[in-house]
């Protein structure tokens, strides 16, 4: 079984969580970008799980109390996030909204491993007579190696 979190959360690989309490319950909810598979959870336990290829999905179920719950998401647009609004007995009780923050790839501090490691490789093609195509496929790695290196969790969730 996968790690439910306790705060809402997100990435790529690990989807989308948002996390709400109404001081009775717990709810949560998940979806993947990459499956489209959505669950939602009252107090860890699975109570909804669908795959959704929409912009918009709801979740709809009761505790123990008779409270009716409704869980939605909607994606109107991924650059703009993805929105999860919780419900109790057919009135809002909160939105939470998930959008990525674009950061400066390019720093200074970028360009010179960049170029540091652009001579490194040239000097090692020169050196052992590597083709240009082994050089271009290093410095494409290279490249890759960076960027990853300086990526960071740039989600922010904003709560309405």
């Not at 598979?37 to 979740?59: A, F, G, I, P, W």
């Not at 001579?119 to 490249?143: D, H, P, Y």
Request: glycine share 6%; proline share 1%; charged share 25%.
């Amino acid at each position: 079984m996968e790690k439910i979190p306790e705060k809402s959360q997100a990435g790529i690989s690990t989807g989308f969580w948002f996390v709400w309490n109404d001081g009775t319950n717990t709810i949560k909810g998940w979806g993947s970008p990459l499956s489209g598979m959505e669950r939602v959870y009252l107090n860890d336990q699975l109570v909804s799980e669908k795959r959704n290829l929409k912009t918009k999905s709801e979740h709809n179920f009761d505790d123990r109390n008779n409270d009716h719950y409704e869980v939605s998401f909607n994606v109107a647009n991924i650059l703009k996030g993805i929105e999860c609004q919780f419900k109790k007995n057919g009135i809002v009780q909160k939105k939470i909204t998930c959008r990525y923050q674009f950061g400066r790839i390019f720093k200074l501090k970028n360009l010179v491993l960049f170029l540091l490691g652009f001579a490194i490789i040239f000097i090692l093609g020169i050196s052992f007579n590597l083709s240009e195509s082994i050089v271009f496929a290093l410095t494409l790695l290279l490249c890759l190696i960076i960027l990853m290196r300086n990526r960071k969790n740039r989600y922010a969730f904003e709560e309405v």
